[in-house]
């Protein structure tokens, strides 16, 4: 493995993110995108994959850009990276639409960009999990879907079975379960 690729990813990622706290926490941001990495280290050790998602979140959340990925990391990376960006919240669609749309992309996505998408969407769905089992209902205040936890189960929903062709994964078997433990 070219641990070098990844660790310049790592570096860059804390670097973007510098300053940010994980949604509802006191927690740096940085601890999320290296949980995905953690997680897509399970099923894959592709340098490429690995540091796409580390960088999975700097696009949609920081000043940098696809084009910024593409001139550090290279197209791959690029291209990975934005199979798991979605819209921007200043776009023209709204919180359902723009996760529709992510859902959609996913769903059409190559089984590498699926298996950087899992490792984020599982690392999200764990701390959803976690707070979910401190705060109760309240949770559902924090994020921006305008149906709630009505709306939060019905987008993982839709991304568990864009990415379904990862059912034989370990990740994507604790993703169903914790689906199934947080929302039903």
Partial sequence: MNADLLNRAIVFATNAHAGQMRKGTTLPYIVHPLEAVSIVSTVTDDPEMLAAAVLH???EDTDATIEDI???FGDRVATLV???T???KGSNYNWRDRKQAAIE??????HDSKVVALGDK???????AIDYGKHGETLWQRFNAPGGRSDIAWYYRGLATALSELKDTAPYREYLALLTKTFE
């Fill in 57 to 59: 979140d700097v696009v």
């Fill in 70 to 72: 593409r001139h550090e």
């Fill in 82 to 84: 934005t199979a798991d």
């Fill in 86 to 88: 979605n819209a921007p």
């Fill in 105 to 110: 992309r996913l769903t059409a996505a190559s």
């Fill in 122 to 128: 599982l690392s999200n769905l764990r701390a959803i």
